[in-house]
Nanobody, 121 residues
Framework: QVQLVESGGGLVQPGGSLRLSCVAS????????MGWYRQGPGNQRELVAS???????NYVDSVKGRFTISRDNAKNIVYLQMGSLKPDDTGVYYC???????????????WGQGTQVTVSS
């Protein structure tokens, strides 16, 4: 079994910055695409950013120029650096990853438990 654990959420004022981290652990042979979703109050979950194992990133239009997704393949970590935060960025942020496991070898999609980000004065 593989586990994803997010950290770094919290309360921040508009215009502030925050960095989210997600660590994968378990019987991991490799990790393919990783990404961050968020779900604001009363809203549907949306894909915020994704990144391939080779570093190619994509972002939802509302965060382009403000957020940066990155990863450390040696440590099985994906980050989301968030800057110029706005109240609309408020929500629960979830990490997801397609992970190649061993014993047996297979691919599975995993989700973290989520971390709360609140942008408010």
């Amino acid at each position: 079994q593989v586990q994803l654990v997010e950290s770094g959420g919290g309360l921040v004022q508009p215009g502030g910055s925050l960095r989210l981290s997600c660590v994968a652990s378990g019987r991991i042979l490799g990790i393919n695409d990783m990404g961050w979703y968020r779900q604001g109050p009363g809203n549907q979950r949306e894909l915020v950013a994704s990144i391939t194992r080779y570093g190619s990133a994509n972002y939802v239009d509302s965060v382009k120029g403000r957020f940066t997704i990155s990863r450390d393949n040696a440590k099985n970590i994906v980050y989301l650096q968030m800057g110029s935060l706005k109240p609309d960025d408020t929500g629960v942020y979830y990490c997801t990853a397609e992970i190649v496991e061993n014993m047996p070898v297979r691919r599975n999609n995993y989700w973290g438990q989520g971390t709360q980000v609140t942008v408010s004065s």
